[in-house]
């Protein structure tokens, strides 16, 4: 049975006699059906010593139910782990500078139990004093789970203030480089389109009138058969704006299948996440005022892939 669980064991009485066990178990032990039918497919319950095989299996009087219920962990607790792949670009008193691999989310967050950033800076010793909810302290930007590259967490309440306001105020240069399929038109331009939630799914977002303010300025940098290189300025910092501005070109990241990029392509440039990196990152420095500037290369995944587009002829 599980370690850590609250373990509980009733003999199951004559009245329920031939009952489904996840019926005996609401019965007996106060759950919900649903609960019930967890911790059964979770290999949680037992009769008898032998694990449980499924929730329609009866029980018969006499028989011993044991139950290890877990328990329930907060899914907002910053877990401290050091992070493979996380490289520290900066550190002093104010603030840290970080190359973000893929795979990490900055901040615990309900439904998500992968590594984190603040995880990893709280197990490398990191101390952040900064307000806000705990596992937000310090985060003053975000990038996605399946996005790379810089950038910036604030150490102290005074670096957490001047820069929270340096981003409300779009004085941060926040530079990407994007690969996506075809050949915007124009080769450069601004993109001014709000973004909300996608009505039909409510893990995206879309190009929606009565979406929030948005604007993502672009350039080619390299033009290629199937694909193009940019390099994109954001001017408000939407989640997913790129993604969602560039597949509402009808130019999705490559690899990006979210949002409507090629399988085909993204199977053949050996992607399996979006081309899109935080390339760049200058604002002016909490402490000294000094502009300061930090880049992050590409990591392997995005390398190997631009190459293959580079020379497909």
Not at 7 to 36: K, N, Q, Y
Not at 152 to 164: G, P
Not at 238 to 261: E, F, N
């Amino acid at each position: 049975m599980t370690t850590g669980a609250d373990h509980r064991s009733l003999t199951v009485p004559e009245g329920l006699d031939g009952e489904r066990v996840d019926a005996a178990m609401a019965r007996l032990f106060g759950l919900s059906r649903t609960r019930a039918a967890d911790l059964i497919e979770q290999g949680h319950v037992e009769i008898d010593g032998k694990t449980v095989g499924g929730k329609s299996e009866r029980v018969v009087p006499g028989s011993v139910l044991d139950v290890a219920i877990p328990p329930v962990t907060d899914p907002l607790a910053v877990v401290p782990e050091v992070v493979e792949g996380i490289k520290i670009i900066h550190d002093d008193d104010a603030i840290v500078v970080i190359d973000k691999p893929v795979g990490v989310a900055v901040h615990p967050s309900p439904g998500w139990s992968g590594p984190t950033v603040v995880g990893h800076l709280a197990g490398a010793g990191f101390r952040i004093s900064t307000s806000g909810a705990s596992e937000r302290q310090g985060i003053v930007q975000r990038l996605d789970v399946g996005t790379s590259g810089v950038m910036v967490i604030c150490k102290s309440e005074h670096a957490y203030s001047v820069l929270k306001n340096a981003f409300r105020h779009r004085t941060v240069d926040k530079v990407y480089h994007a690969l996506v399929q075809g050949h915007p038109d124009p080769l450069e331009g601004t993109i001014d389109a709000p973004i909300g939630r996608h009505p039909k799914a409510d893990y995206k977002f879309a190009v929606m009138a009565d979406g929030r303010h948005s604007v993502t300025h672009y350039e080619t940098l390299e033009a290629h058969r199937f694909a193009s290189l940019l390099e994109v300025h954001l001017e408000t910092g939407r989640t997913h704006q790129i993604r969602v501005h560039m597949a509402a070109l009808k130019h999705p990241c490559v690899g990006d299948l979210t949002y409507g990029a090629d399988p085909k392509l993204a199977k053949r440039v050996g992607l399996q996440r979006q081309w899109l990196h935080a390339v760049r990152l200058g604002f002016d420095h909490p402490d000294s005022g000094e502009h300061v500037e930090y880049e992050s290369p590409y990591p392997d995944d995005l390398a190997d892939a631009l190459e293959i587009i580079r020379d497909a002829h």
